[in-house]
């Protein structure tokens, strides 16, 4: 019987993406829909990594499984690093993408273009039930543009312009997203410790 690992997120779309990426170990997914007494933590952290580790400890020490947990967020340098790890509830608790991208676009309106710096990040917490608790981070930068740009995507999505892309964030398919997206390449760190653990 393979072993099996808990994905600490409500969120399907990154439960089927992280399905796919881990397809090659030996290991049976599962998510906090597996769980529906689940009541999750407060994330209350300063820092991705902070809250990655409070939802990846905590949900290993509800089940007695390894878990994986992911934090987000977009880090706006003329701001001084926010949203950061606000980034959900920018525009206020519960805020739509909408509105949080309004606000975004409010405060940014009097930077210059050469001040506009911003990157996407994406921390993965692995935590063991032996106490052990594994890390990865993950970073596409760019820049914040003055008006919208694509429809794909979600979030701040179409507020940022991809430097290495040479477009829009929100512009790019799924699969372009994929190739370079902070979360991906939180993954790539992350997948040495999994395959350590859950190699066929
Ligand atoms: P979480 O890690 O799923 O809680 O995401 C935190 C927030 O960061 C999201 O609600 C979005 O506002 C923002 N965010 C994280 N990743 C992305 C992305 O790939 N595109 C756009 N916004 C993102």
Redesign the pocket.
């Known amino acids: 019987m393979s072993k099996q690992l808990l994905f600490a997120t409500g969120?399907q779309n990154k439960v089927r993406e992280l399905a796919d990426l881990v397809s090659s170990l030996d290991l049976s997914l599962l998510s906090l829909a597996d769980f529906p007494d689940y009541v999750s933590p407060s994330e209350d952290g300063e820092t991705f990594h902070e809250n990655a580790r409070i939802k990846a400890r905590y949900a290993c020490e509800y089940t007695g499984m390894p878990a994986l947990a992911?934090?987000?967020?977009?880090c706006v340098t003329a701001l001084n690093g926010a949203p950061g790890v606000f980034?959900?509830r920018f525009g206020g608790e519960n805020a739509a993408?909408e509105e949080?991208n309004e606000k975004l676009l409010k405060m940014m309106a009097d930077v210059d273009d050469d001040h506009r710096d911003a990157y996407?990040a994406?921390v993965f917490c692995l935590s063991l039930p032996d106490g052990r608790d594994f890390f990865s981070e993950g970073r596409v930068y760019g820049r914040i543009l003055r008006e919208y740009r694509g429809t794909n995507?979600?979030?701040?999505?179409p507020l940022f312009f991809v430097t290495e892309k040479g477009k829009g964030?929100a512009e790019m398919s799924l699969a372009e997203k994929i190739l370079i997206?902070?979360?991906s390449r939180a993954f790539e760190g992350i997948f040495t410790a999994l395959n350590s653990l859950f190699s066929k």
């Open positions: 969120n992911d934090d987000s967020g977009l980034s959900a993408a949080n996407f994406a995507g979600f979030g701040y999505d964030m997206s902070h979360r």
